[in-house]
């Protein structure tokens, strides 16, 4: 079994071929595996540190703007298009795949229409609601498009041919006892509030949710773990003292860059505050978690958009977009659910009974097909 995977730009496009990867892997020690990715995006750090081979190529994204720079870097990006084909084109002459699986990103189109055109199976695998142009441009091309939603199918061609596997979810995120972590983490029986804005932060989520500390700190009965990002930390401290919040009155209150033991963290929360990509929402459902969803308004068509109204709808989240957040919104809403626990109850409740916990098996299936 020869197999290349394909994919980059974030977390959210590398984390989970290398969840499939490395799940195929686990069923067969002998396979080949070669991942190809951006000579310069994360994936070139990420693919050898997860013990795979890494072939980097020529890839750049398209810039929705208008202007004479956006038109020369979308020039740009057109030549190393072609570039980025003539590359694959050698590495998939030398490794010979039975098959090969794209997770989106910019850098996956030339490899995956590369394969295409020379007679290899494909597979393209779209995490969010809203399809990214990536998935949209090789959609046709593949043999089958598999997708995290159902509600992604309605933008893209009915001739493609669809398959609903959802996400891959590690299993730690699954299967961590909350009482252990609790546990772990020195938490008593009070309600625990899990937030964080993404690994570089988000301003408007941490500026709401020092108000939010500031509030339910007079009483200390909520327990409250916040992840600042990157550039976030030491102006998060400033927040809270300027609301006269310090961290040495307030054990109750854990305030960290970032949150490095997330399965855990998340075991112990009973509410979630957070953005809404496409992973963190499927780990939300895997783990029947109530959430408060603040979609990024700074992504690609508005993607987090879309993912968080497919919990939004069905009543498995509350969902309040980034122009409408403020300290007095977010504290009225998590106030109103602490006092009727059994709404935080019934949310996450309805979170798990959209998750799709066996996606890599689904995904796993889809590749034994075309095998």
Not at 183 to 201: M, N, T, Y
Request: with cysteine.
């Amino acid at each position: 079994m020869r197999i290349i995977f394909t994919g980059g730009g974030t977390a959210g496009h590398i984390n989970p071929a290398l969840a499939i990867a490395s799940y195929v892997r686990a069923r067969h020690p002998e396979a080949e595996i070669l991942y190809i990715g951006s000579k310069d995006g994360m994936e070139a750090r990420l693919v050898p540190a997860a013990g795979f081979r890494f072939e980097g190529i020529h890839s750049r994204g398209i810039i929705r703007r208008s202007g004479l720079s956006a038109i020369k870097k979308n020039v740009d990006a057109v030549i190393q298009l072609y570039q980025g084909r003539r590359e694959a084109a050698r590495l998939i002459n030398e490794f010979k795949p039975d098959l090969v699986l794209g997770t989106g990103g910019y850098v996956s189109a030339p490899v995956i229409m590369q394969a295409a055109s020379m007679g290899v199976h494909t597979l393209t695998h779209e995490q969010n609601a809203f399809p990214g142009i990536t998935t949209k441009l090789v959609s046709r091309h593949v043999d089958t498009v598999l997708l995290a939603v159902e509600e992604a199918k309605k933008f893209l061609s009915p001739r493609c041919n669809f398959v609903v596997t959802g996400n891959p979810v590690r299993e730690e995120i699954i299967f961590y006892n909350k009482a252990v972590a609790r546990k772990e983490l020195s938490l008593d029986d009070r309600l625990c509030i899990l937030s964080f804005g993404g690994s570089l932060g988000a301003r408007a989520i941490n500026e709401a949710v020092a108000d939010l500390m500031a509030w339910h700190s007079k009483d200390k009965q909520v327990y409250h773990i916040h992840g600042t990002g990157k550039k976030g930390y030491e102006p998060f401290l400033t927040l809270l003292q300027d609301r006269g919040v310090t961290l040495a009155e307030n054990p109750q209150i854990i305030v960290r860059e970032y949150i490095d033991d997330m399965p855990r963290c998340n075991a112990a929360a009973d509410l979630v505050i957070s953005r809404a990509g496409a992973i963190t929402l499927s780990e939300i459902q895997a783990s029947c978690k109530a959430s408060i969803l603040i979609p990024s308004p700074n992504v690609t068509e508005n993607h987090q958009y879309h993912n968080a109204m497919v919990l939004g709808r069905r009543n498995a989240a509350v969902v309040i977009e980034e122009k409408d957040l403020t300290g007095n919104k977010l504290i009225q809403t998590v106030s109103e659910l602490i006092e009727t626990p059994e709404t935080i109850r019934c949310i996450a409740k309805r979170a798990g009974e959209l998750a799709i916990i066996d996606a890599n098996e689904r995904i796993y299936s889809e590749i034994k097909k075309l095998l």
